[in-house]
């Protein structure tokens, strides 16, 4: 089956940093990634979704000056959350399609962030 | 607007059989899926239903009524490490999957 990695897998970090979280589809070319967070408790949130080689689209509430998506290969997302906060603390979780229509989504195992 | 609706949480007994039920209100639709996420963990795909009618797969089936916007996912001889959070997430005119809140499954001995 389709394996989509993340890393780091959890990273804990200053206020005020910024933190870089890497998707990468192992053994197929995603055309489109998927950027989720998700609180305690709570559902997937869709932030934003990325095509390869063209900017990514955010959602509604979603600061794209903060969270910096870059989709520059078919195999690579990348994701930076630019000087972070406490309440930046997440589970944030990436996905992955191949494009085609009605394409299932994998997900990454997800990187748990914690801002001090 | 897009809804997705799902108990919130539903327990169940070792060896029995339980029905999470989902309905749904869309911008159109391309298919339902369902998702197991277990706890501190990312969502594993299940099930994707688009025409009406079950899908069975080992324990798990899923059914679709798109008339009714309604689905369900059967989980059979239910097992200690099914305790999980099954998400319902459907996917509208656009391609972009709108997520049920998710059931957290209780399963006791």
């Known amino acids: 089956g389709a394996v989509v990695s993340q890393h780091p897998s959890w990273v804990i970090c200053k206020s005020g940093t910024s933190v870089k979280i890497e998707c990468r589809s192992l053994d197929f070319q995603a055309t489109t990634m998927f950027w989720y967070r998700q609180f305690p408790k709570q559902s997937l949130m869709l932030m934003a979704t990325?095509?390869?080689?063209?900017?990514?689209?955010?959602e509604q509430g979603v600061e794209k000056d903060k969270f910096l998506i870059n989709h520059a290969s078919l195999t690579l997302s990348t994701l930076t959350v630019t000087s972070a906060h406490p309440e930046d603390s997440s589970f944030y979780i990436c996905s992955a399609t191949s494009g085609r229509a009605m394409e299932t989504q994998y997900f990454g195992p997800g990187t748990r962030l914690l801002v001090l | 607007g897009q809804n997705i609706d799902q108990p919130t949480e539903m327990t169940a007994t070792e060896g029995a059989i339980v029905q999470i039920n989902c309905t749904y209100q869309t911008s159109g639709f391309n298919g339902l899926f369902w998702y197991q996420q277990h706890a501190g963990e990312a969502p594993t795909f299940l099930s994707y239903n688009v025409l009406d009618g079950l899908e069975e797969k080992g324990r798990f089936s899923s059914f679709l009524s798109r008339s009714k916007g309604y689905s369900y996912l059967l989980l059979k001889e239910l097992q200690m490490k099914d305790s999980a959070s099954y998400l319902c997430?459907?996917?509208?005119?656009?391609?972009?999957?709108?997520w049920g809140a998710g059931t957290k499954l209780i399963i006791k001995p």
């Open positions: 997430a459907v996917m509208d005119s656009n391609y972009q999957l709108i």
């Open positions: 990325s095509n390869e080689g063209s900017k990514a689209t955010y």
